[in-house]
Each structure stands twice: as C-alpha cells, then as structure tokens.
C-alpha cells in the first residue's frame, strides 16, 4: 500500500470528519494541549486515518499516533483488536501510545511528558 492510498483515504473522510465533531472530553482536552504545534513545536492531526483505522491523534513528522482508551477498551475482544491494530499501524512504522482517558483529567502532565519522550526517536 502507497503512502498516499494509506492516509486519510477518502472513504473514510466523512466519518473522520464526524468524529473530529464530536470528541470526547478526553480527547477535546488532549486536543488543547496538541492543537497550534503548542507541544515542542509538532504539528499533531485529528482524527487521522492509516489504512482502515483512524487514530485519535496523529503526529506526521514522528510517526506517531495517540490513542485515548475508555471503558470499551477494556474487553477482551476490544483488546485483541487494538492489538491487531497496533501490528499493522508497527508494519507502517507508526508508533501508537495509549492512554486511558483519566490520565488526561488526572496526570495531563505525564501524558504530555510521554509523548514528548518520543519525539527524535523513530529511527528514520
């Protein structure tokens, strides 16, 4: 699959666009501290597709995605997913790191310090 087939395919535009609507209020607070290049300077997207998944937050120049985990998540099934999710994002060279969405209320500070711990780091 070619870069430009693998982003954002168009199929997938109008529900991107509907979740970027309707955020969660995790992910509407991750998103203040995100928008504008406010984190050391890097552009993050919303909503952002790879293939047939759209990750919730999505840093093109690190090759890293975001992903805001609530109770959903939790299940079996959801799990064994997102697993499935994280090889072929990996396969991509795409780094996903998850955090629940109580971390964002409770401890903005060590999610934004985890995320900044990857930066320079993709190995390109």
């Known amino acids: 699959m070619d870069e430009q087939c693998l982003n954002n395919h168009p199929d997938l535009k ?3 666009r509907q979740l970027r ?3 969660t209020p995790a992910e509407a607070k991750l998103w203040d501290y995100l ?4 984190l050391e300077g890097r552009k993050f997207r919303r909503q952002h597709s790879v293939g047939p ?3 919730d937050f999505y840093c093109p120049a690190e090759r890293l995605g975001i992903e805001l985990d609530g109770q959903p ?3 079996p099934a959801a799990r064994e997913y997102d697993r499935e999710r994280d090889i072929f994002l990996a396969f991509y060279g795409i780094r996903v790191l998850r955090f629940e969405n109580h971390y964002i209320f409770n401890r903005s500070e060590y999610v934004l310090n985890c995320i900044k711990g990857y930066f320079g780091s993709t190995g390109k």
């Open 35 to 38: 928008k504008g290049k406010k």
């Open 53 to 55: 998944f759209i990750l």
């Open 73 to 75: 998540h939790f299940h």
């Open 21 to 23: 609507n309707q955020l």
């Open 14 to 16: 109008t529900f991107r």
